[in-house]
């Protein structure tokens, strides 16, 4: 399951989702369809069904929008944004 890390804070407007991270110092502004990706995973907990929900009625084909929100979704995790808690956390050294 995917969730915000805990240096994240965010709130969600009319026209997308502000997203702060608060370890880098640095905001991250996303538009209406990131915000729709952000939204199912700190709600729904996960991106399951989305494609279909976007692009079906865009005429759209489903795998390549599955395609792209993965591709967002795991930039989030590399950045440390979200938090996949399915994994175990990395161990550091100094611990």
Do not use: N
């Amino acid at each position: 399951m995917l969730t915000p890390a805990s240096h994240v804070h965010y709130a969600a407007g009319p026209y997308g989702t502000a997203v702060l991270d608060v370890r880098r110092g640095a905001w991250l502004m996303l538009d209406a369809d990131a915000a729709k990706i952000w939204h199912a995973v700190t709600v729904r907990g996960g991106t399951a069904g989305l494609a279909d929900e976007v692009a079906i009625p865009t005429g759209q084909d489903p795998q390549v929008v599955g395609e792209q929100i993965a591709v967002f979704v795991d930039h989030l995790v590399a950045t440390g944004v979200l938090v996949d808690t399915a994994r175990s956390p990395r161990r550091r050294w100094w611990r």
